[in-house]
C-alpha cells in the first residue's frame, strides 16, 4: 500500500474512533463493586460484572469499572457502547472451573473468557490484568475430558484449543479497541478478533507461555485494523493473521511499533489461508528469542496474498529468518497466488551459538533446527511455490542478515547435486523444516517468478559447504548490489532449471574470486 493511500487508511478509522472514545469517556461510570463484585481472588463475580455491562449497555453505553482486587469471573459478553475499564491492579481472575465459560456462536461455538458478537463500539482498556489462570483451568478441563462431560478429541495428549477458553474472543464487531491491559495465563489463544473491522489494538502486553497454542494476537478475516506498540511474549505465534473463509480475507492490516519473542514465528499471515491477505502493512518491528522464523507468509489453503509492505524489521535470537510458502493442503481446490511482497531496511541475526532459541517451557526440547525428525543442517530463508503455480514479485532491498553457518557436508541429506530430491510437500502445513535438508545456506529459491534482492547482505559466524543462494524453477531474477561475506567455499549463487535472460543486474560479490554457476541442470 503506497504510503499516502496508506497513512489515509489511518486516519478513516482513528478520526472516528477517537471521537467515540471521547463519548466513552466522558460517560456515565458503573463499577462492577456498586454491582456486588468482591476482588477477594475467591468470591465469583461473573453475574455482579456482567450487571454491570447490562446496565451501562442499557442506558445507551458507558464505562464499567473494574476497581483494585482480584475478580473472579467466567464468561463476560461485552455490548455496545460500552467500555470495560480496568484500574491499576484491578484484575479479572479467569475462573479455574470449565463450567463457567460460555461460547461465542459466531466463532464455531468457541468457549471464551470475555465474549463479544456483532457489537459495535466496544472498548477493553486500562492499566489492570486479565490472567486467564491456565494450568489450573487445563486440570479442570482434563479432568472433565476424562470423566465424559467435554468431547474432545484430546489430540496429542492435551485439549483441543476449541475448548481452552481465549482471554478475548470478539467476532462480527464494528469500532473495536483494546488498550493498555496486560492478558496473561491463558489456556489456548490468548486474544481472537475474527470478522471485525475498524480494529484498533495500542499498547497491550501479552505474556502467554502457560500452555500449548499459546498464540499473542490473532486476526481472523479482519478489516481496517491498526495493532501498534504491542509488547508479546507467547508460547506459539506472536501476531498471526488468519483467513478461515474463502469469500473475504484479511484486508488494510497495519501493525506498526511492536515488540515479540515468540516459541513459533514472531510475525506470521497464513497458517488458515482460504480467503487471503490484502494491503498488509508492518513498520517497526522488533523481534527476539523466536524458535521458528522471524517473518512467515503462507498461502496452503487457496487464498490470494497481494500487496504485503514489511519494512524497518530487526530480529536478534532466531532460528528462521524469512519464510514465504505457496502450498496446497487441499487437493480438490486450485492453489492461491502469492503475488507482492516487499521487504525494505530487515536485519535479522541467528543465534551465534546456534542453540534452542526460546526460552518458553512448551516448545519441543529438538535439536537445533530440527522439525521432529533428524538434525539438520541450518535453514536458510526460503521463498517456495508449487510446479506451475510460483510465488511471484518477491523485491528484498537493504536487507541484512547475520546467519549461524556451520552447515557440514557430514550431516547433510541432500546436497546442491541432487536438487530433485528436496520434497514439494504441497499437502503439509507450512513450518520452517518442512522439507528437512535443504541445499542453501542463505536463500533456498523454487518455483518463483520475479525475486529482487537489492543491497542484500549475508554473512556466517562459522563456515557453511552449502552456497548461499540456490535458484531451482526460477524467472525473473534481479541480484543487484548483493554482499555475502565470510564465505569461503565455491559457488555462493548455483541456478539450476534457470534460464541466461532470467537473470538480470548480477553484480559481482564481495568475494570476487568464488564462482557463480549457471547450469540448466546440476551434475
Sequence with gaps: MPARKHN??????????????????????????EFGAMGDGETPATKAIQAAIDAAFAQGGGRVIVPQG??????????SNVDLHLEAGGTLLGSTNWADYEGNKRCHGWVTLLSAENSQNIQLSGKGTIDGRGLLLIQDIKEKVQAGLIKDSFHRNRPDHEVRPPLVLFSDCD?????????????GWTEVYKNCTNLLADGIKVRAFSYWENDGIDLIDCKSAILTNLDIRSEDDGICLKSDDR?????????????????????????????????????????YDTRRSALSFFS?????????????????????????????RNQAAPPGTIDGIHFENVDIQVPADGKKTSPY??????????????????????????PGHPVRNIVLDQVKIRYFGGGTEARAFVSTAALATVPEKARDYPEIGMFGELPASAFYVRHADGIVFNQASVSFLKSD????????????ITLGQVEVRDKKEAPIVVFNDV?????????????????????????
Design 8 to 33: 489515509r487508511f489511518i486516519r478513516t478509522l482513528l478520526v472516528p474512533m477517537a471521537l467515540w472514545l471521547v463519548q466513552v469517556i466522558n460517560a456515565k461510570e458503573f463499577s462492577v463493586a
Design 70 to 79: 482480584n475478580f473472579v469471573t467466567g464468561t463476560l459478553r461485552l455490548k
Design 175 to 187: 469500532g473495536v479497541c483494546i488498550r493498555d491491559i496486560t492478558l496473561t495465563n491463558g489456556s
Design 247 to 287: 469469500a473475504t480475507c484479511c484486508e488494510n492490516i497495519s501493525v506498526i511499533n511492536c515488540k515479540v519473542s515468540s516459541g513459533s514465528s514472531a510475525f506470521k499471515l497464513g497458517t488458515a489461508s482460504f480467503g487471503g491477505f490484502k494491503n498488509i502493512r508492518v513498520k517497526n518491528l522488533s523481534i
Design 300 to 328: 496452503v489453503d487457496g487464498g490470494a496474498i497481494e500487496n504485503i509492505d514489511v519494512r524497518d524489521v530487526r530480529a536478534i535470537n532466531t532460528s528462521g529468518s524469512i519464510f514465504i510458502r505457496l502450498g496446497q
Design 361 to 386: 517451557v512448551m516448545t519441543l526440547d529438538l535439536p537445533p533446527q530440527s522439525e521432529r525428525g533428524q538434525p539438520i543442517n541450518p535453514l536458510p530463508s526460503a521463498i517456495t511455490g508449487l
Design 465 to 476: 559447504f552449502r552456497p548461499p543462494f540456490v535458484f531451482d524453477d526460477a524467472a525473473k
Design 499 to 523: 534460464t541466461e535472460d532470467s537473470v538480470k543486474n548480477l553484480v559481482a560479490p564481495v568475494n570476487p574470486d568464488l564462482a557463480i554457476k549457471r547450469q540448466s541442470s546440476l551434475p
